[in-house]
């Protein structure tokens, strides 16, 4: 069965520290896709990013960036300068590579929390 | 970016009544969109899939007869939760497949609280 784990419920970090939120996953698809979402107390999800497991080359948005350690499944996210706006719920998902499988499994999700 | 959008943001009803909640994509045709509900402090359960002109394909455990999707356009899908319970009281949100990007666009979700 495939999982993704997050093993942090909470962090908090000041304001403009960098944070990373950890992520592992277990999947039998031989490829597939990775992403962050983003879900603020408006509820929303918004994609943070996304990283296509055929790539080796780490996923960069701006402040965000991540780990992929494809033989370990492990799948971090780094925010850099972190600022107020930051903090949410942060979701790990991993999901299959074609349109017809597009279902993604979800992570518990990590409460970050920046302090000003 | 593509947007989809959810309707109702709140809803409040009495047990025994049914809600629809519809999620539409603006600037996009989707083929495919995913219902999920999100309890309190927790993360995203898929309910199920709706594919735009077939019968929706639900997860183990999610009633069918309880939680009606309808996909009959490609830009919307609707999901009827039939003689509402306190129990279903909950957060639900809808997600949509951009065909050309493969990106994932959420709704801004429902809060459905059954008195």
């Known amino acids: 069965a495939q999982t993704v784990t997050q093993s942090q419920p909470e962090m908090s970090v000041q304001e403009a520290e960098t944070v990373t939120l950890s992520c592992t996953y277990d999947t039998s698809e031989n490829n597939y896709y990775l992403f962050w979402y983003k879900q603020p107390p408006s509820r929303q999800m918004i994609l943070v990013i996304r990283q296509e497991a055929y790539k080796q080359q780490n996923a960069t948005e701006n402040r965000f960036s991540v780990n992929f350690q494809k033989a370990a499944k492990s799948f971090s996210l780094k925010i850099s300068d972190s600022q107020l706006g930051d903090t949410a719920m942060y979701f790990c998902?991993?999901?299959?590579?074609?349109?017809?499988?597009?279902?993604?499994?979800w992570g518990a999700g990590t409460k970050l929390i920046i302090k000003p | 970016g593509a947007v989809v959008s959810q309707h109702p943001s709140r809803v409040i009803c009495k047990s025994g009544t049914s809600v629809k909640i519809e999620c539409r994509s603006l600037d996009f045709q989707a083929t495919t969109m995913f219902w999920y509900r999100q309890f309190p402090k927790q993360s995203l359960m898929l309910m199920a899939t709706?594919?735009?002109?077939?019968?929706?394909?639900?997860e183990q455990g999610v009633e069918k007869d309880k939680f009606l999707i309808n996909h009959a356009s490609l830009t919307l899908s609707t999901l009827t939760v039939t003689s509402a319970h306190p129990e279903d009281s909950s957060f639900y949100i809808c997600?949509?497949?951009?065909?050309?990007?493969?990106?994932?666009?959420f709704g801004e979700g429902s809060r459905l609280t059954v008195l």
């Open positions: 709706s594919n735009e002109g077939s019968k929706a394909t639900y």
């Open positions: 997600s949509s497949i951009e065909a050309n990007t493969g990106e994932l666009f």
């Open positions: 998902a991993a999901g299959g590579a074609s349109h017809s499988n597009y279902q993604l499994i």
